[in-house]
């Protein structure tokens, strides 16, 4: 299947600070981008929608300028949890599809913890 | 809204055991059913999809089925081995183009 990669797998910051997640799709080119988020012993959220060369799509509830969407490549999107706070220490995950199937693939996720 | 609901919780099973993963969803009008195995700490691996046309798909040792009028999809898995302990997913896609995903089955085979 299609690969998905994200990076970094594993982040810890400071209360305050801002972490930036890339999800590159490897082997295919994706104008459309999920960003999930998935607490622990529970499913996955869809946070977000990214599209490429447009402003992303939100979930209701999900603060836009907390999680900042770029989608700036048909090959990258990224996230960026500003002013991180504890309660955003979560597993996000992303997700790509291939246009023709319509199936999806993930990413092998980023472990954000904010002390 | 889509809901969707996986049954049992957790289920653990000896090895060599053949067993069934079970999955509802409340809106009929898919465009597909993806079922995902998750290992702790990591990402999703997509292990088969069934389109809405479709009734089920095979992949080795797995088998998926749908019943799209009734809701349901079931996860088939033969001749259960220590290495597919983990967390079952299924998922599907409606007319968006995103997934809605269930809680998961968490999988334990024992040896």
């Known amino acids: 299947g299609a690969v998905v990669s994200q990076h970094p797998s594993r982040v810890i910051c400071k209360s305050g600070t801002s972490v930036k997640i890339e999800c590159r799709s490897l082997d295919f080119q994706a104008t459309t981008m999920f960003w999930y988020r998935q607490f622990p012993k529970q499913s996955l959220m869809l946070m977000a929608t990214?599209?490429?060369?447009?402003?992303?799509?939100?979930e209701q509830g999900v603060e836009k300028d907390k999680f900042l969407i770029n989608h700036a490549s048909l090959t990258l999107s990224t996230l960026t949890v500003t002013s991180a706070h504890p309660e955003d220490s979560s597993f996000y995950i992303c997700?790509?599809?291939?246009?023709?199937?319509?199936?999806?693939?993930f990413g092998e996720g980023s472990r954000l913890t904010v002390l | 809204k889509q809901e969707v609901t996986q049954i049992p919780a957790a289920l653990s099973v000896p090895e060599g055991e053949n067993l069934v993963l079970n999955c509802s969803f409340t809106d009929s009008a898919i465009y597909n059913l993806q079922w995902f195995r998750q290992d702790p700490g990591k990402g999703l691996t997509s292990l088969l999809l069934i389109q809405s046309s479709q009734r089920e798909q095979t992949s080795g040792r797995l088998n998926a089925s749908l019943d799209k009028s009734s809701g349901r999809s079931t996860l088939y898995i033969a001749a259960s081995q220590p290495g597919d302990s983990a967390t079952y997913l299924c998922?599907?896609?409606?007319?968006?183009?995103?997934?809605?995903f269930g809680k998961g089955t968490s999988l334990l085979v024992t040896p």
């Open positions: 998922a599907v896609k409606g007319s968006g183009y995103a997934l809605n």
């Open positions: 990214s599209n490429e060369g447009s402003k992303a799509t939100y």
């Open positions: 997700s790509a599809g291939a246009s023709d199937t319509g199936e999806l693939f």
